[in-house]
Nanobody
Framework: QVQLVESGGGSVQAGGSLRLSCAAS????????MGWFRQAPGKGREFVGG????????YYTDSVKGRFTISRDNAKNTVYLQMNSLKPEDTAVYHC????????????????WGQGTQVTVSS
């Protein structure tokens, strides 16, 4: 099992940027694909994107393409979500998750979750 802790959330105005971090501990971080999900009030969990264990393949949901960037540093056991050009509809609790399979782009394979960090974007 792997333990995940997110940080970097906060409140920004529309058009602003935030960088989320997710620190992992426990099992070997580089064995896992990593992903980011978000959940807005009253809505279901949305898969934002995922990155393969080596970091050479990355998937984004359409609504964040060109604005968000996922990266990872296996030496630091950390995955990042750089969010630019933020919109009010990006407001949500953001969770990172770990996936022991190679299916980095399939949300159902993510098994381990962090507690989440709140992102609020005001207009």
């Amino acid at each position: 099992q792997v333990q995940l802790v997110e940080s970097g959330g906060g409140s920004v105005q529309a058009g602003g940027s935030l960088r989320l971090s997710c620190a992992a501990s426990g099992r070997t971080f580089s064995n896992y694909a990593m992903g980011w999900f978000r959940q807005a009030p009253g809505k279901g969990r949305e898969f934002v994107g995922g990155i393969s264990w080596r970091g050479d393949r990355i998937y984004y949901t359409d609504s964040v393409k060109g604005r968000f960037t996922i990266s990872r540093d296996n030496a630091k056991n950390t995955v990042y979500l750089q969010m630019n050009s933020l919109k009010p509809e990006d407001t949500a609790v953001y969770h990172c998750a770990a996936n022991p399979s190679t299916n980095y782009n399939i949300p159902q394979y993510y098994m381990y979750w962090g507690q989440g960090t709140q992102v609020t974007v005001s207009s």
